[in-house]
């Protein structure tokens, strides 16, 4: 499974970004797609989390109501729309595939395939 994360860049808050990660190499496998951040000097945190098959989504705290996770089975694509961006959601952000971890898992070590992240900036 190879993971490439795209979509980052500079926003000014309050405004979106679309985040999009291309799965090749897809086995169906895979139980969990998430996104996860890394602010500099931060440990690396769970974002967002989407059941490959059901659809069912999981959020931290912190980005909930803010930010949506969605999937398209078809082209093996799983997107992170994230609207009224804050400056502390800077950070890079990586797509992972969980494939036998707890559905929905919240830790990285259970994520066995990581894509390359991709830098968001918010300027306040």
């Known amino acids: 499974v190879q993971l490439q994360a795209f979509g980052g860049g500079l926003v000014q808050a309050w405004e979106s970004l679309r985040l999009s990660c291309a799965v090749s190499?897809?086995?169906?496998?895979?139980?969990?797609m998430g996104w996860f951040r890394q602010a500099p000097g931060k440990e690396r945190e769970f974002v967002a989390g989407?059941?490959?098959?059901?659809?069912?989504?999981r959020y931290a705290d912190s980005v909930k109501g803010r930010f949506t996770i969605s999937r398209d089975n078809a082209k093996n694509m799983v997107y992170l729309q994230m609207n009224s961006l804050k400056p502390e959601d800077t950070a890079v952000y990586y797509c992972?595939?969980?494939?036998?971890?707890?559905?929905?898992?919240?830790?990285?070590?259970?994520?066995?395939?990581w894509g390359q992240g991709t830098l968001v900036t918010v300027s306040s």
């Open positions: 992972a595939v969980s494939r036998l971890g707890v559905s929905l898992t919240t830790s990285p070590g259970q994520y066995d395939f």
């Open positions: 989407i059941r490959w098959s059901s659809g069912t989504t």
């Open positions: 190499r897809f086995t169906f496998i895979s139980n969990t």
